[in-house]
């Protein structure tokens, strides 16, 4: 299984919504990153888990929330987001933090 | 502040052209530059390179790093039109427990049948 998969694909929420973005890979590898992508524009990263311990971002709002519960999987909550926020929201593991990086589909997700 | 510069930001080719991107960067505790591949989905991750002057080839691509220079080129040739996409540039940099990975605006290669 080499595949990183994202759930939901769409999402569209309200701004006094709580949501969630979850992100599954079985490759064994240890590291894995969330990225939010707008229009032609690169990816952008919010956040890394190494062995499932977070390493901060300091420039992400706390309206995001990661949360690695296992090394497989990875989960981004979402809370009283702006419409600002609306982006693609793209998921990525690496065997080790550095190494070469597999991205999940994203999940698209538009705020209200 | 990191900085990765791509260019040229856009380029037009015709099938069986051979291509040469460009990436710069200033960065610190420099730990590996890796390239991407962007269509209309996510990025499909290319090459990564750490060490200077070793090419790293994949089929028609190939890739190399000059850490004295401070810059990578990516090389595709005898170009197909499913080579057009967004390259991506991204250095990552590492000191403890901090870990950043700055991308580039991209390159958009189009190829013309």
């Known amino acids: 299984d080499t595949e990183v998969t994202q759930t939901p694909k769409h999402l569209v929420m309200g701004m006094t919504n709580k949501k969630s973005l979850k992100c599954e890979q079985h490759?064994?590898?240890?590291?894995m990153y969330w990225y939010k992508q707008k229009a032609k524009k690169p990816p952008e990263l919010m956040f890394v888990?190494?062995?499932?311990?977070?390493?901060i971002n300091e420039s992400v709002p706390s309206r995001f929330s990661p949360e690695c519960p296992n090394s497989s999987l990875l989960n981004l909550h979402l809370h009283a987001l702006q419409p600002e926020d609306s982006a693609l929201y793209l998921c990525?593991?690496?065997?080790?933090?550095?190494?070469?990086?597999?991205f999940g589909p994203g999940t698209r997700l538009t705020v209200l | 502040e990191d900085k990765v510069v791509q260019s040229p930001l856009s380029l037009v080719v015709h099938e069986g052209d051979t291509v040469t991107l460009n990436c710069s960067y200033e960065?610190?505790?420099?730990?590996?530059l890796l390239w991407y591949k962007q269509e209309k989905k996510a990025p499909t991750f290319l090459f990564m390179l750490?060490?200077?002057?070793i090419e790293k080839k994949s089929g028609r691509l190939s890739s190399i790093l000059d850490k004295k220079e401070l810059f990578s080129i990516l090389n595709i040739t005898a170009t197909q039109t499913g080579d057009s996409a967004i390259y991506l540039c991204a250095v990552l940099r590492s000191g403890g427990s901090n870990y950043k990975l700055t991308f580039g605006k991209g390159t958009l290669l189009t190829v013309n049948p």
């Open positions: 990525a593991s690496s065997l080790l933090v550095g190494g070469s990086q597999y």
């Open positions: 960065v610190t505790n420099f730990r590996s």
């Open positions: 888990y190494s062995y499932e311990k977070l390493s």
């Open positions: 750490t060490s200077s002057g």
């Open positions: 490759m064994g590898h240890r590291a």
